[in-house]
């Protein structure tokens, strides 16, 4: 229904109208501003690619990573438990599948060389072959 703007009865005057369609116009343009401001701030750590399609292929079963982290001063922990390279290897050696099992190692980049070693032969001498330094 038409808005009046004026209280006169005249034949002459056109009567005003609120348009909406610009201002579904003006909407729809700032939500789809929005989403690609939004869509533009995500990180995305790969490259992209069109991966092709398999109706053989496998999903991954494998258990998660194991996470030990190695502070400036040479100390080892898993899940927040504070460990010597004796007790990494038996813990490791006590998995089942530990050939698959996968390691990722978070060391501090002040850490010494030395004590990054004793590590990684910790983890050799269970028998872990896969493991992974994090990287910022």
Do not use: Y
Request: without cysteine; proline residues 6%.
């Amino acid at each position: 229904m038409p808005v009046k703007l004026s209280s006169h009865e005249g034949g002459d005057h056109e009567e005003g109208r609120i348009e909406i369609v610009p201002l579904i116009d003006i909407m729809f343009f700032l939500l789809a501003s929005f989403m690609l401001v939004s869509l533009s701030m995500t990180q995305l750590e790969r490259v992209p690619m069109e991966l092709p399609q398999s109706d053989s292929a496998l999903s991954d079963k494998s258990a998660p990573p194991l996470h030990f982290t190695l502070n400036e001063q040479g100390v080892i922990t898993l899940d927040q438990r504070i460990m010597t390279p004796t007790e990494v290897t038996e813990k490791l050696a006590s998995l089942p599948n530990r050939e698959e099992q996968a390691v990722l190692i978070a060391a501090h980049a002040n850490a010494r060389h030395q004590q990054i070693m004793k590590l990684l032969d910790a983890l050799r001498n269970a028998g872990i072959e896969k493991f992974s330094f994090e990287t910022k």
